[in-house]
């Protein structure tokens, strides 16, 4: 049973134009089955922000495809991308970025808001969510009645509340200490068996090895793919590799 | 976004900004408030003072000479010109159903047997008809030739025990001459009765220029010298007299005359000034003798006098109005920086919505909400301060209150109006935040 992909990058190229032209990513190929859990690693400079960026639909490639939830980036206007965005992409950040203030349950029902989602529905969902990621007493909070930990599930809740195709995390326990850190990313497992796709930027080596395989970048190209055992997937321009999945359904 | 979700969100930050927010609105509500108080006092003062013009007093055409290039209102740059002599020949015209002169005579003093106010407004001196019988409470018109009086409420309940009618009151001139007078009627009301006087509430005693002025313009009678009887109504003329028993050498030049037409219509009207006109500028008069290029006569009725009260007001409504529009231009600009400033500290939480999926649209929407909800509290907030300075105003120089509700209506649409102009740009700004950017901000 062929896996149908999350995100699919075909050749994909960025380039800076800030005096010299710079290649931030050159000629990238990568396919994200559903349901997979990659790390993208990779020193700075080397293209993981610019692929995120990608990824996320915050921005277009100068060549090559973006494909994100069956929908070519690139050909795409900035009110069906941000559209695209908004549904099919969940972000996970550093810094949390929560609305600060904004409560615990709104930040969480935020995406959907500019979904048009009725607000009752909204509530609902938000609280479940936050009740999934053991949030549920601190809904009325504010951000800074938050611990980091707690940020940072709020805002995976955020980024889960669309279901969307994938979710992104760009150092998702950069700010957290070890405990803290342990907690999120055994959260990220729980999310990633329950069918979500994830895609997790790092550049610690134990935050990449909870992933099914490790994609290392280098000046703007993929260097080479780790696989860790988790599963054969395909990284290159075939992501034919199988394996026997649940795609997408919710299955715990 | 529906806008009532904008509208939650918006009023988020406003709270959340609870100074900011509140320095900003004070822009548009001391513009609005200004705006508003002034157009009510304009308004309240026009009404009080069309509303004192009683039907009778349409038919009276106030005259006086000045020269033509005055501006001005009644009486700007009067000289005395008319005598006795004038009046009577006016009166005999045809077109002419009465006409007298009009002056004050200064006082210092109004004595009810052993009570004395101070009274500085003086006594009005006119014609018996200056007084219409249905503007009297009670008692009757004064006589000319007699020694006689009629108060004004105002003046007539100044003492303990009030003045009825056949009191007799002692009027100190200004100077200190004394003379004598019986209350022969009491008016209805205690504002002016013709523009001459001016439209305020203040006591006031109606006399008969005949024989008060006649006496205190020759000198006689009241017994002090000519250099007693002070001011610009003192007459300096030369010419036969005429008065009644006074039988003095000099006569009385009016610095204001009135003439009434035979009736309300304006073409008796213009039919009165213009033979009373004629008739002063032709050789018979005694007032042509004193009259050349700089010294014309003109007669107007006390719509026309309004109306040039009325364009000063205006001119000054409309200046302080034009001094509140800039107070709301400047709370305008405040909003607009307040929401750049605003647009910069949130780039961060613009990056947040954007990256969740939040359209260029609705990041415009909420900032463009945001600075509509400033603007609309703070026209609001204007509007209720301005009527209530409006209120006091016209509670403070007692006039009726008159709301022009027009312009408060304007007032809120100006105040939205502010909001979106104010906030466009700004919220314009924060819609086209690049995102990744945006994400990046520190």
Not at chain 2, 14 to 24: D, E, Q
Not at chain 2, 126 to 136: A, N
Not at chain 2, 380 to 392: E, F, N
């Amino acid at each position: 049973m062929a896996r149908e992909t999350a995100v699919r990058l075909s050749n994909v190229r960025k380039t800076y134009r800030i005096g010299e032209p710079v290649h931030a990513l050159d000629g990238v190929s990568l396919a994200v089955p559903q349901g997979s859990y990659t790390a993208i690693m990779g020193p700075s400079g080397s293209g993981k922000s610019t692929l995120m960026n990608l990824v996320g639909c915050l921005d277009t490639p100068t060549a090559g495809e973006v494909v994100v939830g069956g929908r070519e980036v690139g050909a795409l206007g900035d009110r069906e991308r941000t559209r695209l965005r908004g549904t099919e992409v969940g972000f996970v950040f550093q810094t949390f970025n929560l609305m600060p203030r904004l409560r615990a349950l709104e930040n969480v029902a935020l995406p959907q808001l500019f979904q048009g989602v009725d607000r009752t529905e909204r509530r609902e969902r938000a609280r479940d969510l936050l009740e999934r990621v053991g949030l549920g007493d601190r809904a009325d909070h504010l951000p800074n009645e938050l611990s980091g930990g707690q940020r940072q599930r709020v805002a995976l809740a955020r980024a889960l509340v669309n279901d969307p195709a994938i979710v992104l995390a760009d150092e998702p326990s950069g700010n957290l200490d070890t405990d803290t850190e342990a907690d999120i990313l055994d959260l990220f497992d729980e999310f990633h068996e329950g069918g979500t796709t994830m895609l997790v930027v790092t550049h610690e080596r134990h935050v990449a090895e909870r992933a099914d395989r490790i994609v290392h970048l280098l000046d703007g190209r993929i260097e080479r793919i780790e696989d860790l055992g988790g599963a054969a997937d395909g990284a290159t321009t075939d992501p034919t590799a199988s394996r026997t999945s649940e795609s997408g359904g919710d299955s715990e | 976004m529906n806008p009532l979700e904008s509208l939650r969100l918006s009023w988020r930050s406003i709270r959340g900004h609870k100074l900011r927010s509140a320095l900003t609105t004070l822009g548009i509500v001391i513009g609005i408030a200004a705006v508003i108080a002034f157009v009510t006092l304009g308004a309240s003062l026009q009404a009080g003072i069309i509303g004192d013009i009683s039907p009778d007093d349409q038919r009276n055409v106030y005259g006086w000479a000045a020269d033509p290039d005055t501006e001005g209102g009644p009486l700007a740059g009067a000289q005395p010109v008319f005598t006795q002599d004038d009046l009577e020949a006016v009166e005999g015209l045809e077109d002419v159903e009465a006409a007298y002169g009009y002056a004050t005579i200064q006082t210092q003093a109004i004595s009810n047997g052993n009570e004395t106010v101070a009274q500085g407004n003086g006594l009005i001196a006119s014609g018996p008809s200056y007084i219409r019988e249905d503007r009297l409470s009670a008692g009757s018109q004064f006589e000319m030739g007699e020694r006689e009086a009629v108060l004004n409420p105002a003046a007539a309940n100044q003492f303990d025990e009030n003045v009825t009618v056949g009191d007799e009151l002692t009027v100190t001139i200004l100077g200190g001459e004394r003379t004598t007078l019986e209350v022969v009627g009491i008016t209805d009301t205690s504002e002016g009765l013709s523009p001459f006087e001016g439209f305020e509430s203040s006591p006031r005693v109606y006399v008969p220029t005949d024989p008060y002025y006649a006496e205190q313009a020759s000198g006689l009678g009241i017994g002090g010298g000519e250099g007693g009887d002070g001011g610009s109504d003192g007459g300096d003329g030369s010419g036969e007299s005429t008065g009644e028993g006074d039988g003095s050498g000099d006569d009385a030049r009016f610095l204001a005359i009135i003439v009434e037409a035979e009736s309300t219509d304006q073409s008796d009207i213009d039919a009165a000034r213009e033979s009373a006109t004629a008739y002063l500028e032709s050789d018979d008069s005694d007032a042509s003798e004193l009259l050349d290029d700089d010294l014309a006569v003109t007669f107007q009725t006390s719509t026309e006098l309004l109306q040039q009260l009325q364009d000063i007001l205006d001119l000054l409504r409309n200046f302080i109005v034009g001094i509140a529009a800039i107070s709301l231009l400047v709370g305008s600009i405040g909003i607009a920086n307040i929401m750049l400033v605003s647009v910069t500290e949130r780039t961060r939480e613009i990056g947040i919505m954007k990256a969740v999926g939040a359209q260029n649209r609705d990041v415009l929407g909420l900032f463009l909400t945001e600075a509509v909800i400033l603007g609309v509290i703070g026209a609001i907030l204007g509007t209720g301060l301005g009527l209530l300075a409006g209120y006091l105003g016209a509670q403070y120089i007692e006039i009726p209150l008159v709301y022009p509700l027009e312009y408060v209506a304007l007032a809120v649409v100006v105040g939205v109006l502010v909001g979106i102009l104010a906030g466009l740009y700004p919220a314009w700004r924060a819609a086209r935040t690049d995102p990744i950017d945006a994400l990046r901000y520190e």
